[in-house]
């Protein structure tokens, strides 16, 4: 078991920034995929990216060109870089852990981190 520990979220202006860390409790490294999430209210919780081991990133849509993900291995820590925030960001940001192979052994999240975004 994998423990996923969200920090840095907090409440920032639209237009503004934050940057969200994800530090696991054991080494990250191995064919995994690192991914943050989000669930805003009455809403389901959507993908917001995902990066693998190899590096290879994933974005939705919604934050093409405004948030960037990124993992430090060596720090078993996973970053999300949000800049340029609206206030359809604001919701509970998830950190992911799993797998990387097929079938999946494992899948594990975090506790989630607030964002709000003021308008």
């Known amino acids: 078991q994998v423990q996923l520990v969200e920090s840095g979220g907090g409440l920032v202006q639209a237009g503004g920034s934050l940057r969200l860390s994800c530090a696991a409790s054991?080494?990250?490294?191995?064919?995994?995929?690192m991914g943050w999430y989000r669930q805003a209210p009455g809403k389901q919780r959507e993908l917001v990216a995902t990066?693998?081991?190899?590096?290879?990133?994933n974005y939705a849509d919604s934050v093409k060109g405004r948030f960037t993900i990124s993992r430090d291995n060596a720090k078993n820590s996973v970053y999300l870089q949000m800049d340029s925030l609206n206030a359809e960001d604001t919701a509970v940001y998830y950190c992911?852990?799993?797998?990387?192979?097929?079938?999946?052994?494992?899948?594990?999240w975090g506790q989630g981190t607030q964002v709000t975004v003021s308008s």
């Open positions: 992911n852990q799993r797998d990387g192979r097929w079938p999946q052994r494992y899948n594990y």
């Open positions: 054991r080494s990250i490294s191995g064919p995994n995929v």
């Open positions: 990066i693998t081991n190899g590096g290879s990133t």
